[in-house]
């Protein structure tokens, strides 16, 4: 940026600033305890408490003790994952009351006969299992079938868990441990991609964010700054945030959770240790979202937490995505745009009507070049792409 490009200089509030674009089996449980998330660093994982006989499901109960944890777990016609993933939760090593919330979501595969042989092994191993669930010609949504799981449920947290994903043994136990610090917080941690090669540069922007960006990169195309398959939070903070939307297919209800979280202070925490294999492949239900809708909600938000407060800024693209972005605002968040910034300087040559097949990435010269000046993330620019 310079004042050659139009922009404005460094404001001394928040009253200015810019909106830069970026180019936008299961192992045995030894064998679980080095490993490395994609795009982190190689960590150790904390050995395991010394595990000790989880007592008998009827004498929790009959204790009348309140369940801390409860996992949420929403199934949809996910037969060839459920063993992988019902396993993982018989074999976290947390030492609490813990239990299975499964909401079956109309499916018509095997599913609803797994989930109830394995209730079977999760309460002799003293974990409660509670099943509910519908069989309508059509599923009401992953946003419904989360909230139903919630609802039948007890615990006093709340583990989310999607039914084609893995956790690690210790992922209850850390998370809990760090929601008790953070109790208006979503707790996240990093992830293990499957297949290792997929969405490489969507899962090292997972694992390094740092705890600065997870409040200042909420407007990317990536989403919430910690992914919903890892979240982990009181009870009392998700119904103070309002529960998921029910809109159903087509409806990023955890894009709009995340949104109303922030809006009402919440905070976001990761637990730096890679707690869940996060399986890719084309059924997932993030793939029913349209891009354009998600758009939208981005654009919204970008106006409503940071453009409001500024007098003018600048649009770090000046090509096709800078155009669409200036398109999306209001009319009066339009006015305040005062240049486009590119490192490509064909693009500015061109001038902001003309239409440019281009590529969004830029081989590292924007984040060179945003490197080398003075400028805060949050405050002087957000990345929005």
């Given at each position: 940026m310079s004042q050659a490009a139009?922009?404005?200089?460094r404001p001394s509030s928040a009253a200015g600033g810019q909106v830069p674009f970026e180019g936008g089996p299961p192992a045995s449980h030894s064998a679980l305890d080095t490993f490395r998330c994609s795009g982190a660093p190689l960590h150790r994982v904390p050995d395991s408490p010394q595990l000790q006989p989880r007592a008998s499901l009827e004498s929790v109960m009959g204790e009348g003790c309140r369940i801390q944890v409860s996992i949420i777990l929403p199934v949809h016609n996910t037969e060839c994952w459920l063993d992988e993933c019902l396993k993982s939760v018989l074999e976290q090593d947390f030492q609490g009351t813990m239990e299975l919330s499964v909401f079956n979501d109309a499916s018509k595969d095997n599913s609803i006969n797994i989930i109830e042989k394995w209730k079977f092994r999760l309460e002799d191993a003293g974990i409660r299992v509670v099943i509910g669930g519908h069989d309508s010609p059509q599923p009401q949504g992953v946003g419904f079938a989360k909230n139903q799981a919630v609802i039948q449920s007890s615990g006093t947290y709340l583990c989310f868990l999607d039914s084609d994903d893995v956790m690690m043994p210790q992922r209850v136990r850390l998370q809990h441990e760090a929601a008790i610090q953070h109790p208006n917080s979503i707790i996240g941690c990093q992830v293990r991609r499957q297949p290792l090669d997929s969405t490489e540069r969507y899962t090292r922007w997972i694992n390094n964010l740092t705890r600065g960006q997870f409040l200042t990169q909420v407007f990317t195309s990536h989403g919430p700054t910690v992914i919903m398959p890892t979240w982990f939070c009181s009870r009392e903070w998700f119904f103070h945030v309002g529960?998921?939307?029910e809109g159903g297919k087509g409806v990023p209800e955890d894009l709009l959770f995340f949104y109303e979280h922030i809006r009402k202070g919440g905070g976001v925490f990761r637990v730096d240790q890679c707690l869940?294999?996060?399986r890719y492949h084309p059924q997932a239900a993030t793939h029913s979202v349209l891009e354009e809708t998600i758009w939208d909600y981005r654009v919204r938000f970008l106006e409503e937490r940071a453009l409001k407060h500024w007098t003018s800024f600048t649009i770090w693209n000046a090509g096709k995505q800078g155009r669409k972005l200036y398109r999306?605002?209001?009319?009066a968040n339009q006015k305040k745009v005062v240049a486009f910034c590119d490192v490509d300087e064909n693009k500015l040559a061109k001038?902001?009507?003309?239409?440019?097949e281009s590529k969004d990435l830029t081989g590292g010269a924007f984040e060179e070049n945003l490197n080398t000046l003075d400028l805060k993330e949050g405050l002087d620019y957000h990345h929005f792409n």
């Open positions: 139009g922009a404005p200089q529960k998921f939307d869940l294999q996060y999306s605002l209001s009319p001038g902001f009507y003309t239409y440019q």
